[in-house]
């Protein structure tokens, strides 16, 4: 039994089945009590519409539930989760599909934790009746909506300085990263099914490793226009208060509501710009875009040189759909961050009023209360907040198993095995790079990147795009060929090898290492323990 107000702990049941993966990418590391209360219950809810949208759920489903076994997400011992028995329900639920492999593609093996078909066929006329509808509905809202939402940041933002109700903007930035979520799982999911059947007609002509390089789109990801803009700010060609009027949405930790974003603390802008000064001139960002077109061009013309005359139509229409869709899934993480940041902003205006009144001791108290006891005004117990943050900082010492059934054990956190040379994932983007790593853990280690050195972390944020042109290379623990780390290192021309799973453990900053993006390998060439002893 879970204590009620240890809102990071929830009661999962005995049988249901959980696994950390894809959402450590909206949600990393352990969320402080707010942070969750805001976004745990919004991926929840957002999640489960998109579902009930494309006919895999009926409607009853796409509200939240009152069981926590029931719902698509939760969180148990400060670390969230989603739901892989839904997500296997799901994926019995569309005709072609199964939960096997619905399992397969998060971890990228075969091997399952419950396998077996069990095909709810009740579905299927639902799915094949609203499936397509909702996949091009999720598009054009996600591209008609991205000007809507950024205008609604600036506007919020502005009027919360200057006495707008906070506790309202709080709601609303719920309300809207909530309907953002929905249509971004229906883009994601029509995004992944693109992408690997472009990846198997790849695979069929000897090009297997290419599939990544045709994604990369026509136009600058929002990431990529925030990289272009901080090089004209290193150049004096761009103020900064233009910039942080533009993307201080930004924040070293995106999913965290207690870190503040960059129009608030602007100093890892001032950082990354000092470190773009001292970057060559042959490394803009729009020279390195064009020769990432180039090449995408070239390996375009091999492969429709390699297919038949009959089957180059649908294969050129199957590239464009890919270029086109992948880049989606950016276009609604900068919705998700301007949501975020709205979020961000009111916390910090509820915060100030109640230092003002002696409710809260310090600022960051407010971060282990939740929405529900902000918005009602509810009467603030000190010795809740001292107990919470107990709690938070207890829950960065353990983790849980990648995927699991009923209760997990939990795991003391880098407790793994270090002694490995070799490690391996999955291309996330062809290219072999040697350097010194940096293992990122907090937006501190972000901010000590220094150029030409190979990030390591275990999830990126989109604010660390800004980082990828300081970067020579990424590996990222968790995730897969259409994570965000993955995609944006593409579009800068930088390997990358995804789903390490403990690369961040084993390797150590200052270790030399060789990142194959292609082969999805690192070697630890030289480590940093015995080079300086």
Known sequence: MTDPRDVLNEDLGPTSLWTRVNIAEAIPGVPTPLTWSWSGPSSD??????????????????SRQREVADRM?????GHPLLNLGILREIGDSIPGHSGDKVESSLFYSEELVSGGRTPHRARYPHVAVKLLPAILGARRWLLSNAPKTEHWWENSVRTLSTGGDPRAALV?????????????????????GIYDALVRV???????????ALSTSNDPTPEAVTVQDLWLVSRGEQDMERFLARHGYHAPVQGELAVASWRMDPGPVLKLVDSYRRCDDSEEPDLAQRRIREARRETERQL????????????????????????????????????????????DMIARDLLAQGTIVCRDDVFYLTVDELVSHATIDKGLVA????RHEYYKTVDLPVRFRGLPKLIEADSVETERQVLTGLSGSRGVYEGRARIVTTPDDADELLDGEIL???TTNPSWASYFLVAGAVVVDIGGPLSHGPIVAREMGIPCVI????????IKTGDRIRVDGTAGTVEILDSATLTST
């Not at 930035?173 to 249509?183: A, P």
């Not at 107990?387 to 107990?390: A, D, L, P, T, W």
């Not at 789903?499 to 084993?506: K, L, P, Q, S």
Request: with cysteine; aromatic share 6%.
């Open 456 to 458: 390591v972390c275990e």
């Open 172 to 192: 609303n930035s719920f309300d809207r990263y909530t309907t953002t979520t929905t249509y971004q799982t229906i883009a994601t999911l029509s995004t992944s």
């Open 202 to 212: 790849c695979a069929q002509h000897g090009l297997q490793d290419q599939a990544g």
């Open 387 to 390: 107990y919470r943050r107990e």
């Open 45 to 62: 809810i957002g999640v489960s519409r998109a579902w009930v949208k494309m006919g895999a759920l009926p409607p009853c489903r796409g």
């Open 499 to 506: 789903n390490t799973r403990d690369a961040r453990h084993v």
């Open 73 to 77: 997400v939760a969180i148990h011992a």
């Open 304 to 347: 429709l040189s390699a297919v038949s005359a009959a089957a180059r139509p649908a294969v050129r229409l199957l590239i464009r759909a890919t270029q086109s869709m992948v880049p989606m899934r950016e276009t609604a993480r900068m919705q998700f961050m301007q949501c975020y940041d709205v979020a961000r902003a009111a916390a």
